[in-house]
């Protein structure tokens, strides 16, 4: 099947600092990607979406970037929170979902 | 409350026996999934109903086997159970089948086969 990747598997970040997360999907077919963030003990949350007709999309104090040309998705938090210190997956949806295989964020104090 | 909910929240069996773990939506979804996700976090879907029908069957063992009585409940019964069945399973619901919407995840059952 289609992969769908992270390039960073472990992140660390200063408290008050930017982060940025990366992933890379390979299915040119797919039309909608979401970003997922995964707390120690718990499922993975919804945290933002975006489609294929949109290359920015902001939330609160999140920003998921697309750029279809390279088939490249980001996910930026900006102020970074200790409560932000989870596992963050970016899933791409066209006919079927896949996830990726994770990203470890760890914020310092 | 809550939208995805799944019961037992850990299991812990011995080899052999028999286990099965419930999972209920509230959300008035058409589509229930189930997830494994292993000790490096790598989610992997398993199987996945739309409307009590069976839709994604994976290369899962057959010791597996989902039911889902109606739309808003998908159960998973594990026979003969393993060491390497140890993980998370999670379970997950989207208002559609066909892709292009997001997925909700329960809490997860944690398995623990010895």
């Known amino acids: 099947g289609e992969s769908v990747g992270l390039h960073l598997p472990t992140l660390s970040v200063q408290e008050g600092d930017n982060s940025i997360i990366n992933c890379a999907y390979s299915n040119s077919a797919s039309d909608y990607f979401i970003w997922y963030k995964q707390e120690s003990g718990k499922g993975p949350q919804f945290i933002i979406d975006i489609r294929s007709n949109m290359d920015k999309r902001q939330g609160q104090r999140v920003t998921v970037l697309l750029n279809k040309t390279v088939k490249h998705l980001s996910l930026q938090i900006a102020a970074t929170q200790p409560g932000d210190s989870a596992v963050y997956f970016c899933a791409e949806s066209g006919n079927q979902f896949y996830f990726g295989t994770g990203t470890s964020l760890t914020v310092i104090p | 409350d809550t939208a995805v909910s799944q019961t037992p929240k850990y299991l812990v069996t011995q080899m052999g026996n028999d286990k099965s773990i419930k999972c209920e939506q509230n959300l008035g979804h058409d589509t229930m999934y189930w997830y494994k996700q292993d000790s490096k976090k790598f989610l992997k879907i398993m199987f996945s109903y739309n409307n009590k029908e069976l839709i994604i069957n994976e290369t899962v063992p057959n010791r597996f086997s989902p039911k889902s009585p109606d739309k808003a409940h998908l159960n998973l019964h594990i026979n003969s159970l393993e060491l390497g069945d140890s993980a998370v399973y999670f379970c997950?619901?989207?208002?559609?089948w066909g892709g292009g919407e997001t997925q909700y995840f329960g809490p997860g059952t944690r398995l623990l086969v010895l």
């Open positions: 997950a619901s989207s208002p559609t």
